[in-house]
DNA sequence: ACGCTTTTGACAACCGTTTTCACTTTCGTT
DNA sequence: AACGAAAGTGAAAACGGTTGTCAAAAGCGT
């Protein structure tokens, strides 16, 4: 038989639905045991993958090693942030996402993805 | 006291600076015991992480979790790094400093500096 | 060579993720 | 509506990479 809909899964799939930031598992499990949700965080983690294989969602690599999930979507931006204070502007750039593709394909890459962040000072911080 | 010279830190040193491909801390833990080095898994991480800090390696976060680490090469660039196999082709693009700084001085941010990583399955890996 | 301080490394702890397995739920079929 | 096979769930245990602990070893100014 084929896959399910279950209770759990339209929970999961709702709420990344929602927005269009990147979650950890346990954020998410998190935001739905406080919503109510009874859910595992085994589940949370067992759905991801599927909506991942499914390329339903798109997978990143934290810094800290954590696995950041977000719906696929179209019209993705940048984070610009301030180092001392932690403010974070949201910057998009088409000129970028057409370099990345465009060196990714030179290369004879394909399926990609990227990420961009950039540090700095903001104006509040430079006293 | 100030940080002190040690056959193992020079033994990492050295193996690193042979290569310019990413590898994680077990591969380079494996290379040194192959080669007679007697050097401890511990000290190998806390090795690079004393480099990475210095500012003498990169790392990068692969995808099944590990984290890898190469030498920095002079000049700034980017990577371009297979999600499969882990080949990393080195790419520099003007237009995205140019971009990034422009973008940063209209939000009044100062002190700028970016990272921008490229994944994507290169063309052995597509079979 | 002495002694203070850093470094080392075996081991345990940690943390995010995956596996296990008994129990529950879904859904095509009666 | 009820049944039953197959899929899904979740608590707990296992797993794998990384970091912390602490007693012993090594580096370096004197």
Redesign the interface.
């Known amino acids: 038989m084929a896959q399910r809909n279950t209770r759990q899964r339209a929970a999961v799939g709702e709420l990344l639905g929602r927005t269009s930031e990147f979650r950890t598992a346990s954020q998410i499990h998190d935001d739905l045991r406080h919503a109510g949700e009874d859910i595992g965080l085994t589940t949370v983690y067992r759905t991801l993958q599927l909506m991942v294989e499914a390329q339903q969602l798109d997978a990143i690599?934290?810094?800290d090693?954590e696995?950041a999930y977000r719906r696929c979507s179209t019209g993705h931006h940048h984070h610009?942030v301030?180092?001392t204070c932690g403010r974070t502007?949201e910057?998009e750039?088409p000129?970028?996402e057409r370099?990345?593709d465009q060196?990714?394909a030179d290369?004879?890459?394909?399926?990609?993805?990227?990420?961009?962040?950039?540090?700095?000072?903001?104006?509040n911080c430079?006293h």
Do not use: P, S
């Open positions: 690599r934290t810094d090693g696995t610009l301030c180092r502007v910057v750039g000129a970028i370099w990345t060196v990714a290369h004879g890459f394909t399926d990609v993805q990227h990420q961009l962040e950039i540090f700095g000072v903001c104006g430079q």
